[in-house]
């Protein structure tokens, strides 16, 4: 593997793993940030270690180990400072800076999201967020993320000469460990910065749930897709079972066609390509045109009437079943299960 640029002194390249054990503890996302350490370290021939704040449990530390982490470096002092970003970006930059780092890796959840301009600014590098994929090339490190509406994919290379600030799409996101993975003895290390960290000009006030009737259909969780299956009656119950699920809304082309919805919920070639966790498609043919839209999501759950529809072969489960019948016996458990909130 050509990694020479990434060597410059001969010394391998040093990459830093920012996780936050919020409340102590390990979450996915510092599992699966872990995980795609252990493959980036392998890609670029690095070794690595792991940054956060003092109060982690023993329990989580012990927790890191299988994920292969030899070193974690505990930062002290910044107990007072939970509710900056700033303040943390700061203390994790001198450290980093003071660990020789040549690349920052987070995972671009709301917290990776906020740290690393903050990160990149004071570093005084480069900065490549949301990658979902990477690679070597030519000497240099190919990064790839997805642009306008996660229609295109658009690439950019990093030759090592300058430190990198890099987050992972939570998407790509998995906590198992590497096949393979050895796993390490856990070191721990506090450091203290020198200059006592001062409040910054910003603080967390509160952490407010996006809305799934208004958010981006494309950053949704969960979405419940109309198509030409469903009549003006049916798509009114789509609309409630939306409410009861705390779901986005999708359309298909023909449903925001027929006034449905805005263009910005429609899904597939023309419309948006979307990611959720779970997608239900109700009336919906499976057009490669849709299908294209909804590929990656993780679970696709159908109902169309038609046994021969191109969606059943695309979907994880499929139920051949008439909306006018199965929405509002749905409707009703759901209320039933939920007492009767919508
Ligand atoms: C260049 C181009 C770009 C396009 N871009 C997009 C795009 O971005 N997004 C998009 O969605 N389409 C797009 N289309 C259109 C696409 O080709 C399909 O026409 C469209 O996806 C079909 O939508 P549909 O599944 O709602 O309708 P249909 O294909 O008409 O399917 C309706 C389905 O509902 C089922 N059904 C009917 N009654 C019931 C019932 N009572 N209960 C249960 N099921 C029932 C039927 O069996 C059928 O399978 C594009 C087309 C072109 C040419």
């Known amino acids: 593997m050509a990694v020479g640029h990434f060597q410059p002194a001969g010394k391998p390249l040093n990459i830093q793993v920012v996780v936050a054990l919020s409340a102590g503890e390990l979450d996915d996302y510092d599992k699966g940030i872990l995980v795609e350490a252990s493959r980036l370290a392998k890609t670029v021939a690095a070794e690595w ?12 530390i012990a927790a890191l180990a299988p994920y292969g982490v030899e070193k974690l470096t505990l930062i002290e002092g910044a107990e007072d400072f939970s509710d ?3 303040v943390q970006g700061e203390l994790i930059a001198a450290l980093a800076r003071e660990k020789g780092a040549a690349l920052v890796l987070l995972p671009h959840n709301d917290r990776g999201e906020a740290l690393a301009p903050l990160l990149a600014a004071d570093l005084d590098s480069a900065l490549f967020t949301e990658a979902i994929a990477y690679r070597v090339e030519d000497l240099r490190l190919q990064l790839t993320r997805q642009v306008l509406g996660q229609q295109v994919a658009a690439s950019q290379s990093w030759d090592g000469s300058r430190a990198l600030v890099l987050t992972i799409n939570p998407r790509i996101l ?10 390490g003895k856990v070191q721990v290390e506090y450091w203290r910065s020198f200059k006592p960290p001062a409040a910054g ?30 009549n003006a009656q049916s ?25 449905y919805s805005g263009f910005e919920r429609m899904v597939g070639q023309t419309g948006k390509t979307v990611t959720p966790r779970f997608y239900l498609a ?5 057009s490669m045109h849709h299908l294209g839209g909804i590929k990656d999501s993780k679970t696709v759950v159908a109902v169309n009437i038609d046994p021969k529809a191109a969606i059943f072969p695309n979907a994880d489960e499929g139920f051949v079943a008439d909306l006018r019948e199965v929405l509002p016996l749905l409707i009703e458990r759901l209320k039933l299960a939920t007492g009767g909130a919508a």
């Open 84 to 86: 900056s970003l700033e």
């Open 235 to 259: 798509f009114a119950r789509v609309e409630e079972l939306t409410r009861l699920l705390n779901a986005s809304l999708g359309v298909t082309r023909p449903a925001y066609d027929l006034g």
């Open 282 to 286: 109700l009336g919906i043919s499976g």
């Open 49 to 60: 270690s792991v940054l956060s704040f003092a109060g982690a449990s023993d329990e989580a």
């Open 174 to 183: 998995s906590s198992v460990v590497l096949p393979g993975q050895q796993p």
């Open 201 to 230: 000009a910003t603080r967390i006030i509160e952490r407010i749930p996006a809305d799934p009737q208004t958010v981006d259909v494309c950053e949704a969780e969960v979405i419940v897709s109309a198509g030409l299956g469903c």
